[in-house]
């Protein structure tokens, strides 16, 4: 048998190789077998019912995108589920402004409906001028800490707005592995899985149905299924923790492959083991382990009214 041919229908030729499992893949199984393990995560952990408004949370960047597909095509199996593509703006200037180009056109050749809000209309300031700010200089924050802060509460807004029973976005294997190990490297690992449907304090549940597929495996369904891909990167980028824990994984990764795989499952069951007593933070309520949670202290920090953005 030939090394090019595809090791499941034995007729494609092959464009994908998954190292962790030997499969070596033609576009059709790659697909079909991609969509079908997406499928089977948003069921293994009850992530969405038949009858949600599910708010898909779309940056424009292609991980978003390739969710978005891939949803479309699993959701036209459930009548009464409806997509709302929900995009957040924060506000840098040629990178997002890109993303929500994208954004627009690949949710307009879907026909899915589309709601776009900026940092500027939840928040009255946008990301480049809150990290241009003075009190920004001052907090010792990194532009990412913030966006990603501010990203949620946006999204949660929108969707809501919306009138969304769940939100789902992009985060890949390698996003969520990345955030056990900086929530780790800060002490707090957090006490229910990432991307698990949990109704908590009010707020929509959100879930990763890319939670078990690797990033590389996402970049590969949105290239075949002609995602646009962005030709700026966020400005902000290299700055990030998030990014250094990112280099060192896709080493690790390349050398070990599975890793990614290995060490979701332990962190998954640190912190379903871990007992820490939540309760409602004193400016949003949302649970939390302080007394006020994390995201008000840094709008707090940043001048920015919590109150206002963050409740019904
Ligand atoms: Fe926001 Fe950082 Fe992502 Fe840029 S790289 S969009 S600043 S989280
Ligand atoms: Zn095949
Ligand atoms: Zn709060």
Same mark, same amino acid.
């Given at each position: ?17 998954? #190292? @962790? ?5 033609? %576009? ?19 992530? !969405?019912?038949?009858?949600?408004? /599910?708010?898909?949370?779309?940056s ?21 589920? /409806? ?8 506000g840098?200037?040629v990178y997002?402004? +890109? ?5 627009? #056109? ?5 026909? /899915? ?29 990194? %532009? ?7 990203? =949620?509460? &946006?999204? #949660? ?6 009138? &969304?029973?769940? /939100? ?11 955030? @056990? ?16 449907? &949990?109704?908590?304090?009010?707020? !929509? ?5 890319f939670? !078990?597929?690797p +990033?590389?495996?996402?970049?590969? *369904? ?9 030709s700026?990167?966020?400005? *902000? ?9 990112? =280099?060192?994984?896709?080493? @690790?990764?390349?050398? *070990? ?38 995201a008000?202290?840094?709008l ?5 009214? &919590? ?6």
């Amino acid at each position: 048998m030939s090394e090019d041919i595809c090791s499941l229908c034995k007729r494609g030729h092959i464009v994908y190789v998954r #190292e @962790y499992s030997g499969e070596r893949l033609c %576009p059709r199984c790659f697909i079909r077998t991609f969509e079908r393990r997406v499928a089977r995560t948003i069921a293994r952990y009850g992530m !969405l019912r038949h009858d949600d408004r /599910i708010a898909v949370a779309v940056s424009g960047g292609k991980d978003s995108l390739a969710l978005l597909k891939v949803l479309f095509k699993i959701e036209s199996r459930f009548p009464m589920s /409806i997509l709302v593509a929900v995009t957040v703006d924060e506000g840098i200037p040629v990178y997002r402004d +890109e993303a929500v180009e994208h954004a627009r #056109e690949f949710v307009n050749k879907l026909g /899915i409906e589309w709601v776009c809000v900026r940092f500027k209309d939840v928040f009255g300031i946008d990301l480049h001028e809150v990290v241009d700010s003075k009190e920004f200089e001052l907090s010792g924050l990194q %532009p990412c800490t913030v966006c990603g802060m501010l990203r =949620r509460r &946006a999204l #949660e807004v929108a969707a809501k707005d919306a009138g &969304a029973t769940v /939100i789902a976005t992009a985060h890949t294997l390698d996003d969520v592995v990345q955030t @056990y190990m900086m929530n780790l490297m800060r002490g707090d690992l957090g006490r229910q899985p990432f991307g698990v449907r &949990a109704e908590s304090g009010g707020f !929509l549940p959100r879930v990763a149905p890319f939670k !078990l597929t690797p +990033e590389r495996e996402v970049v590969m *369904y949105a290239y075949l299924n002609g995602v646009p891909f962005q030709s700026h990167i966020c400005p *902000y980028a290299r700055t990030s923790m998030r990014d250094m824990i990112r =280099r060192f994984l896709c080493e @690790y990764e390349d050398r *070990y492959p599975g890793t990614l795989f290995t060490m979701l499952r332990s962190f998954e069951k640190l912190t379903v083991s871990s007992e820490v007593e939540l309760r409602a933070c004193v400016r949003c309520g949302t649970l939390t382990a302080r007394r006020v949670c994390r995201a008000c202290e840094v709008l707090q920090m940043l001048g920015i009214d &919590a109150l206002q953005t963050c409740k019904d």
